[in-house]
């Protein structure tokens, strides 16, 4: 008799089920246990895992055929298992193998044996199979979710925007470049021309969660060709505080959100983090350099904060002020790109970090076409080339601000994660395009 796949219950319904009730359950045979007399089944599904028993010789015999992994459809009696662990178990009276899997996995997902993330990383779709990267995945997809009621509740529109384009907006070093019938196409940095085009036509409050692409040269822990951004937009702007007031009310309120919607993809994870108070430090760039000579780096106005100084001075910002969430302000002009709007030597672009790594950069924009101008020429670009980018400023543009985050990087950051990629389904850098 054929099972039927619509009665199908999930492995955590079945511990919700009382004991001697018949139950339907599918999913991947991940440990197969024939022990003679009796054998055992430990299913797993999406909600976790459940033990199936028998000890039917009929059953027995089947079960000895099962290889790991393998798709199966049960039914069975719910019965409160006799393991230390406690819970129900179903004592099996019948099973179906929907997808019988070859015996010798390439990889171990068991948890039992660690294997190398790049290894790992090959065998992707394998790898995924683990609940620990379920958990993760889970919680990105939260993350998206959250952010989006977030900022539809405050009444911003979410825009996608092209990701083939034809010039660059964060630096040439990083573009991608193609053929595009015959004509040069390079894939998107970052929405950051779009997003503000969409304030020239007056939508007032835009934002985007989508693919950027970025030809880094190394490799690095945060550093991906691919990665997913975060970008938002505002109109009306008097400063940048504007925009770090709605970034930190985003952060905390995320926060939140993840430790009420995720609580049990956390514990499994066992990540925990301090929602942190708001308002987060203002810390200026200069303070930043006083706070890191305390220390003995010596950097002056207009130099880099580099990777390890930039941790420095989150170990330092952390004894200081008590928070690993914090805003550093008021960068050289020099370091910032041409669209941010300065005041002299110092821009009103910042940054957004956490424990010491940044997670987001944004700024006021410069909302004058003329300026926009000079500043496009004195980065050492031409204006001819930004041309497209101009247009809108010339017929109305409001003052405007906003910034740009990272979606794997925040979860990296959050979830403690060692590399960016294990935050990532299927991670592009320099050297990896496939699965
Ligand atoms: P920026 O280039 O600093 O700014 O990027 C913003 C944020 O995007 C993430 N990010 C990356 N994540 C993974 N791999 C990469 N290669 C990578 N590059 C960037 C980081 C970074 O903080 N248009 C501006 C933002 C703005 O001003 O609105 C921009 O793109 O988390």
Redesign the pocket.
């Known amino acids: 008799m054929a099972l039927d796949l619509h009665k199908r219950v999930y492995s955590s319904e079945v511990q919700a089920s009382k004991p001697g009730s018949l139950v339907v359950v599918a999913g991947w045979a991940a440990d197969v246990k024939s022990l003679g007399k009796i054998a055992f089944i430990k299913l797993r599904d999406r909600t976790g895992y459940l033990q199936l028993v028998s000890t039917d010789a009929k059953l027995i015999e089947k079960i000895s055929k099962l290889t790991n992994e393998s798709v199966i459809l049960a039914t069975g009696k719910v019965q409160a298992s006799k393991q230390k662990s406690g819970g129900n178990e179903i004592e099996l009276k019948e099973f179906e193998v929907l997808n019988l899997s070859e015996p010798k996995m390439p990889i171990d997902i068991s948890g039992k044996i660690q294997t190398d993330l790049s290894k790992r990383l090959d065998y992707r779709v394998l790898d995924l199979k683990s609940p620990r990267n379920l958990a993760i995945f889970k919680i990105r997809s939260q993350a998206n979710a959250s952010t989006r009621d977030f900022l539809l509740a405050k009444g911003f529109i979410e825009m996608q925007t092209p990701k083939l384009v034809a010039a660059g ?2 630096g040439g070093a990083t573009l991608f470049q193609a053929d595009y019938y015959g004509r040069k196409v390079f894939l998107s ?2 929405q ?1 021309l779009y997003k503000q085009y969409l304030l020239a036509a007056g939508f007032d409050r835009v934002f985007e969660i989508g693919p ?1 692409f ?1 030809a ?1 040269k190394s490799h690095t822990m ?4 691919e ?1 997913t ?1 975060f ?1 938002f937009e505002m109109a009306f702007i008097k400063d940048e505080e504007d925009i770090l007031n709605v970034l930190e009310e985003w952060f905390v309120y995320l926060l939140k959100d993840l430790n009420k919607k995720c609580s049990e993809q956390l514990k499994l994870l066992g990540a925990t983090f301090e929602v942190p108070k708001q308002p987060f430090p203002r810390i200026t760039y200069e303070e930043c350099l006083k706070l890191l000579s305390t220390v003995g780096v010596k950097l002056k106005f207009g130099d880099d904060i580099g990777t390890d100084e930039e941790k420095k001075v989150g170990e330092l910002i952390k004894k200081k002020y008590k928070t690993n969430a914090y805003f550093i302000t008021k960068y050289p002009y020099t370091l910032k790109p041409f669209y941010i709007k300065t005041d002299g030597k110092i821009s009103r672009g910042f ?1 957004f970090e956490y424990d010491g790594e ?6 006021q924009r410069e909302h004058s076409a003329e300026t926009l101008t000079k500043q496009i020429k004195e980065k050492g670009l031409n204006p001819k080339d930004f041309e497209f980018y101009l247009l809108p400023f010339r017929y109305g543009m409001p003052p405007h601000g ?5 979606i ?2 925040l979860i990296r950051y959050i979830l403690k994660l060692e590399n ?1 990629r294990e935050a990532v389904l299927f991670p592009r850098d320099p050297e990896r395009l496939t699965p």
């Open positions: 907006t964060e940095q970052s950051q950027s970025r880094e945060r550093h991906l060709t990665f951004h970008d940054d940044e997670l987001a950069s944004g700024g906003g910034f740009g985050l990272g794997d990087r960016i």
